[in-house]
């Protein structure tokens, strides 16, 4: 039986977040994107195109006395692909490298930052 809900935590390079338990993100695993391209003869070809993973809709709890925001920020910073770890309401774990993408904002009144996720290659389970 399949389980839906809230997602537990993410990790971000080694740091456990907290999710807001309202947010609902979409999962793209990675690998390839597939297109059907006609032929003039009737024929037809499939074309590839690789495409990274991504985790979109994900908001995690920003707390200033840890200095999250800052940490956050530092990880956008870098011009490397880190560890990244979410932990699903059904206890499933999926794993990658990746960066934060786009430009969030923290919340001043829920204390969160929506954060969309991608990196290369595919997520894979723990």
Known sequence: MATGGSIESVSLAGRIFAVAADADTNRQM???NNEFQANGDGTGRQVKTRVGWSITGLAVVVDDDRGD???LQDLQDRKDFYPIAVTYASG???QGTGQITGEPTTSSQS???PLDLMGPGKLTPQ
Request: glycine share 16%; net charge negative.
């Open 92 to 94: 499933a774990v999926y």
């Open 111 to 113: 204390t969160t930052k």
């Open 30 to 32: 990675g690998g390839f």
């Open 69 to 71: 925001d800052e940490f």
